[in-house]
Nanobody, 124 residues
Framework: QVQLVESGGGSVQAGDSLRLSCAASGDRFNGYTMGWFRQAPGKEREFVGLIFWNSQDTYYADSVKGRFMVTRNYFENTVYLQMNDLKAEDTAVYYC?????????????????WGQGTQVFVSS
């Protein structure tokens, strides 16, 4: 009964910051990998970043490294994507995903659960 619900998307200007939230329920998520993906119009879904639920170790795509940060709140069962210095090319629908198992997995097809996404639009 794992459920993921994203929130926090919206329209911002280039250079602004935005924090997305992923409310996770249905499990304690020990041993899970929590990932963030995004999909822009006309593009394939791409990996953004991930975090291991238990250890909080993280991994990021090169395109967002240094600008984005994935965190999680154990007591709130929430995963966050902090996005700084947003660029127009960051415009996309952002999805939270969960995978049973700990690993640096960047292929969305290998994740078991998905949220419905939240839209981020960055204008210049």
């Amino acid at each position: 009964q794992v459920q993921l619900v994203e929130s926090g998307g919206g329209s911002v200007q280039a250079g602004d910051s935005l924090r997305l939230s992923c409310a996770a329920s249905g499990d304690r998520f020990n041993g899970y990998t929590m990932g963030w993906f995004r999909q822009a119009p006309g593009k394939e879904r791409e990996f953004v970043g991930l975090i291991f639920w238990n250890s909080q170790d993280t991994y990021y795509a090169d395109s967002v490294k240094g600008r984005f940060m994935v965190t999680r709140n154990y007591f709130e069962n929430t995963v966050y994507l902090q996005m700084n210095d947003l660029k127009a090319e960051d415009t996309a629908v952002y999805y939270c995903a969960a995978r049973r198992g700990v690993g640096y997995v960047v292929q969305g097809a290998q994740y078991d659960f998905w949220g419905q996404g939240t839209q981020v639009f960055v204008s210049s």
